[in-house]
């Protein structure tokens, strides 16, 4: 749900290559881009895939919802529309959303600092916001029992503002891959961000950037 230019999709065909994976995204931009790695994409919201094929849909093994429920007005309303479906039923679901008590951002806050951006945790589309503790009550109000959680890293991402500077000519013309593709993320990614990802799980809740959990249905 909300799989932008298929990063999340590419990176799960690379482990699981005979998944079956359908992506729903109201970009159409990024849809034709998601398009490359998913088996099907709705072009739309989540709400309108609900009335057209949510009821029809074969039963799917998992929904993730990747940086979305802080995009909506009313993040209970959505979890509980698309418990609802049949077709989601059974499924194990994964939903991240940005830590919004992560350590730079209590700094931030404390001087008095709250500017909006293109995107990440200051992100102007952002409409709520979350700690561990309120995604925790978020997911057990809607009737999701959680299995694990786990949290992306934050110390470079506190640069991010910055490395993005080096890839505005791309992202202006909508290369939403420009970044994930290039050799400085691929450094990172397979040098850097495994000892990063370790020392932020000593304390998640101060030095997690994004929150990640798996739930499934309570009982």
């Known amino acids: 749900v909300g799989c932008g230019a298929g990063a999340n999709a590419r990176a799960l065909r690379?482990?699981?290559?005979g998944a079956v994976l359908v992506g729903i995204e109201p970009d159409p931009g990024a849809a034709a881009l998601a398009r490359e790695a998913c088996d099907e994409v709705f072009v739309g919201r989540v709400e309108e895939w609900l009335a057209a094929d949510g009821a029809s849909a074969a039963p799917f093994d998992g929904v993730l919802l990747s940086d979305v429920v802080e995009h909506v007005v009313d993040p209970l309303a959505l979890l509980r529309s698309?418990?609802?479906?049949?077709?989601?039923?059974?499924?194990?679901?994964?939903?991240?959303?940005?830590?919004?008590?992560v350590w730079y951002n209590r700094l931030r806050t404390?001087?008095?600092?709250?500017?909006?951006?293109p995107s990440g945790l200051y992100d102007r589309t952002h409409l709520r916001f979350f700690t561990r503790a309120s995604l925790r009550s978020l997911l057990a109000a809607a009737g999701l029992a959680i299995?694990?959680?786990?949290?992306?890293?934050?110390l470079v991402q506190?640069?991010?503002p910055w490395l993005r500077r080096a890839f505005t000519a791309e992202l202006a013309r909508g290369d939403h891959?420009?970044?994930?593709?290039?050799?400085?993320?691929?450094?990172?990614?397979d040098a850097l961000e495994p000892a990063e990802t370790a020392l932020c799980g000593l304390w998640p809740s101060l030095l997690g950037f994004q929150l990640v959990v798996a739930a499934r249905r309570g009982g």
């Open 177 to 189: 891959l420009a970044l994930e593709s290039s050799a400085l993320y691929r450094v990172y990614r």
């Open 158 to 160: 506190a640069a991010a």
């Open 82 to 101: 698309l418990l609802a479906a049949p077709a989601l039923v059974r499924a194990t679901w994964l939903v991240s959303v940005p830590n919004y008590a």
């Open 110 to 117: 404390l001087a008095g600092r709250f500017d909006y951006a």
């Open 14 to 17: 690379e482990r699981a290559p």
């Open 147 to 154: 299995l694990e959680e786990a949290s992306t890293p934050s």
